[in-house]
């Protein structure tokens, strides 16, 4: 069974960083592209990263380009979202996403996700 279980989120201030991680199970994670998405309060999804396998290559919403980072350790199964210099608009449920192949969008598409973690930037 394919299980994604996010942790890390919290509340910070403006300006202030965070570290999301998702733990994978379930399948050969070193083999798939992931993904992370957001939605925030009363809003819709929005994407915000995805990695390949291999974590050659990665993508970034304009919205949190140069601020947030993703990366993977395959060792441990791991997903990462390092997220820094907080803007009062990043405030949402977090979730992780495994894609159907190595790479991601648009060659593939998304099949499991998380529960999410809620990120909360608040003075």
């Not at 798939?32 to 819709?44: E, F, I, L, N």
């Not at 791991?78 to 210099?85: D, G, P």
């Not at 996403?97 to 973690?117: H, I, L």
Request: glycine share 14%; net charge neutral.
């Amino acid at each position: 069974e394919v299980q994604l279980v996010e942790s890390g989120g919290g509340l910070v201030q403006p300006g202030g960083s965070l570290l999301l991680s998702c733990a994978a199970s379930g399948f050969t994670f070193s083999n798939y592209g992931m993904s992370w998405v957001r939605q925030a309060p009363g809003k819709g999804l929005e994407w915000v990263s995805d990695i390949n396998s291999g974590s050659g290559s990665r993508s970034y919403a304009d919205s949190v380009k140069g601020r947030f980072t993703i990366f993977r350790d395959n060792a441990k199964n791991t997903l990462y979202l390092q997220m820094n210099s907080l803007k009062p608009e990043d405030p949402a449920v977090y979730y992780c996403a495994k894609y159907q192949g190595a790479s991601y969008f648009p060659d593939y598409g998304m099949d499991y996700w998380g529960k999410g973690t809620l990120a909360t930037v608040s003075s």
